[in-house]
């Protein structure tokens, strides 16, 4: 199993002066948090639809978990188009 690295990017629309978010809670409290949300939540249901994770096993001790987490990225015009 390889790591998820789920992206979420949404397009810079003249959002000058607007930094890629670091974290999640970032995101949310940014001019930007209902675009954010939107994005993100097509992206996990493009997960779910696409059964991305499959199935899940309980981890045997001796294995250590993989790690996985989101990256927000403002593209520029129409960067998001396909």
């Not at 790591?3 to 000058?16: G, H, M, R």
């Not at 002066?17 to 097509?42: N, R, Y």
């Not at 996990?44 to 990225?73: C, M, N, T």
């Amino acid at each position: 199993m390889i790591p998820i690295y789920a992206a979420a990017a949404i397009s810079d629309d003249n959002e000058d002066g607007i930094e890629d978010p670091k974290f999640c809670k970032a995101a949310t409290e940014s001019p930007l948090a209902e675009k954010w949300h939107m994005v993100t939540q097509e992206e996990l249901d493009a997960i779910g639809q696409h059964q991305i994770f499959g199935y899940f096993v309980e981890r045997p001790e001796w294995r250590k978990a993989l790690r996985s987490h989101w990256v927000s990225k403002i593209k520029p015009d129409g960067a998001c188009n396909g």
